[in-house]
């Protein structure tokens, strides 16, 4: 399986939390850009010619402050040089602000998006300020309700472990989510990274950030809320309904194969990985020559690409399929891996020939996957 991944590397504004590439967005900016992505993907038309694409996904920065005439040129730019499914799963990220307007949720379904991930993050307005989101609690609700009205299949990204946030506060965001019906949640701990707003706000005391151990509360009432919900588990921080599992997504953690496109987007296509400018200036430059723009090419040695599929793959729920690894690298994986395994032997079942993590061990998965190096 194969998917293909669009950089929209533009934002209103930078939350306070966010390290991804992302700078702020224009309409002169906007149209340039645009330009650069139809040349990057008219230039991987000839090494993209044997592959079928199953998935496709706009992620950012913010894919729905895209005008209707880019996401257009986006689209026909795609399938003019790529060989991409009828069935395909094709999804957009985007901000609520954007996303609560019917125009504009049901431009995105006609261009043929099909699947709509909004970023809600938490239904508590002094969250929202306190990690500088600009969209407002009303904005999150009818974004919901917009999409849900629109869209069979719509994810919300929610954050736990947000400033001053505890379980009430995540019971009342995954509540009112549920309630729309939504099928996909992603949720993942605030990080604090360097060199972001909030990494300064937490360090002069203006912000205060639950300790671990309330953010591991905050998950495992996430995950027992939601499946109580019949939204289960599927990856260590995605939930779905049956059947609304994202496809883009799996395809990662199974270690298949991504084109990425637009500054600062990753690859990985015959065992090799691509990575683009972390710029939109060094990704033109490239692409202006007439040439790719990836700054590193790494090739992934067997014994790393084992590692990355236990690594990936004990992030499922469903988890690893030790006969075909065996048969993949040609390994008794039971034995190769037997000291790891009988370390952490509570933490494992093994079921129908697939290793996975039992779920009370879930947050404990890092520490797990040190003895696999
Ligand atoms: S909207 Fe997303 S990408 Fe943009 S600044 Fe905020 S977190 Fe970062």
């Given at each position: 399986m194969s998917g293909i991944y669009l950089h929209i590397?533009?934002?209103?504004q930078k939350c306070h939390y966010c390290d991804f590439y992302s700078v702020v967005h224009s309409p002169e900016q906007e149209d340039a850009y645009v330009g650069l992505l139809l040349k990057e993907a008219s230039l991987q038309k000839a090494n993209m010619k044997n592959k079928t694409f199953d998935t496709v996904y706009f992620g950012?920065?913010?894919?729905?402050?895209?005008s209707d005439k880019s996401l257009t040129e986006i689209l026909e730019s795609l399938y003019k040089n790529f060989d991409i499914k009828k069935d395909a799963e094709i999804t957009s990220e985007g901000n609520p602000s954007d996303f609560c307007v019917l125009q504009k949720v049901k431009f995105f379904k006609s261009v043929g998006i099909n699947r709509l991930s909004i970023?809600?993050?938490?239904?508590n307005g002094a969250s929202l300020k306190k990690v500088g989101r600009l969209q407002t609690v009303e904005s999150n609700t009818n974004a919901l309700k917009t999409a849900a009205e629109i869209f069979d299949n719509v994810s919300a990204d929610v954050m736990l472990a947000?400033?001053?946030?505890?379980i009430f506060e995540v019971e009342k965001t995954l509540r009112i989510i549920s309630g729309f019906g939504v099928g996909h949640i992603s949720a993942y701990a605030l990080k604090v990274e360097e060199a972001t707003a909030l990494f300064e706000n937490v360090k002069n005391g203006l912000v205060d950030i639950p300790s671990d151990d309330a953010a591991a509360d905050c998950y495992d009432f996430a995950c027992e809320y939601l499946k109580e919900r019949?939204?289960?588990?599927?990856e260590i921080s995605n939930f779905a309904k049956n059947?609304?599992?994202c496809r883009h997504n799996l395809n990662y953690w199974r270690g298949g194969e991504y084109l990425g496109l637009g500054a600062a987007a990753h690859s990985f296509t015959e065992n090799k990985r691509y990575e683009n400018p972390r710029s939109i200036i060094k990704y033109r430059d490239g692409l202006l020559k007439?040439?790719?723009?990836?700054?590193n090419v790494t090739l992934i040695e067997p014994d790393n690409a084992l590692y990355e599929k236990i690594m990936l793959g004990l992030?499922?729920?469903?988890?690893?399929?030790i006969s075909e690894l065996n048969k993949e690298y040609k390994i008794n994986f039971l034995e190769k891996y037997s000291s790891a395994l009988k370390k952490y032997e509570k933490c494992f079942k093994l079921v129908d020939g697939k290793l996975s993590v039992k779920d009370e061990y879930f947050y404990s998965l890092n520490s797990i996957l040190v003895e696999f190096l």
């Amino acid at each position: 399986m194969s998917g293909i991944y669009l950089h929209i590397p533009f934002c209103r504004q930078k939350c306070h939390y966010c390290d991804f590439y992302s700078v702020v967005h224009s309409p002169e900016q906007e149209d340039a850009y645009v330009g650069l992505l139809l040349k990057e993907a008219s230039l991987q038309k000839a090494n993209m010619k044997n592959k079928t694409f199953d998935t496709v996904y706009f992620g950012g920065g913010t894919p729905s402050l895209l005008s209707d005439k880019s996401l257009t040129e986006i689209l026909e730019s795609l399938y003019k040089n790529f060989d991409i499914k009828k069935d395909a799963e094709i999804t957009s990220e985007g901000n609520p602000s954007d996303f609560c307007v019917l125009q504009k949720v049901k431009f995105f379904k006609s261009v043929g998006i099909n699947r709509l991930s909004i970023g809600i993050q938490t239904m508590n307005g002094a969250s929202l300020k306190k990690v500088g989101r600009l969209q407002t609690v009303e904005s999150n609700t009818n974004a919901l309700k917009t999409a849900a009205e629109i869209f069979d299949n719509v994810s919300a990204d929610v954050m736990l472990a947000l400033p001053d946030e505890g379980i009430f506060e995540v019971e009342k965001t995954l509540r009112i989510i549920s309630g729309f019906g939504v099928g996909h949640i992603s949720a993942y701990a605030l990080k604090v990274e360097e060199a972001t707003a909030l990494f300064e706000n937490v360090k002069n005391g203006l912000v205060d950030i639950p300790s671990d151990d309330a953010a591991a509360d905050c998950y495992d009432f996430a995950c027992e809320y939601l499946k109580e919900r019949k939204t289960l588990r599927y990856e260590i921080s995605n939930f779905a309904k049956n059947g609304l599992e994202c496809r883009h997504n799996l395809n990662y953690w199974r270690g298949g194969e991504y084109l990425g496109l637009g500054a600062a987007a990753h690859s990985f296509t015959e065992n090799k990985r691509y990575e683009n400018p972390r710029s939109i200036i060094k990704y033109r430059d490239g692409l202006l020559k007439g040439v790719l723009p990836s700054v590193n090419v790494t090739l992934i040695e067997p014994d790393n690409a084992l590692y990355e599929k236990i690594m990936l793959g004990l992030r499922l729920s469903d988890g690893i399929n030790i006969s075909e690894l065996n048969k993949e690298y040609k390994i008794n994986f039971l034995e190769k891996y037997s000291s790891a395994l009988k370390k952490y032997e509570k933490c494992f079942k093994l079921v129908d020939g697939k290793l996975s993590v039992k779920d009370e061990y879930f947050y404990s998965l890092n520490s797990i996957l040190v003895e696999f190096l």
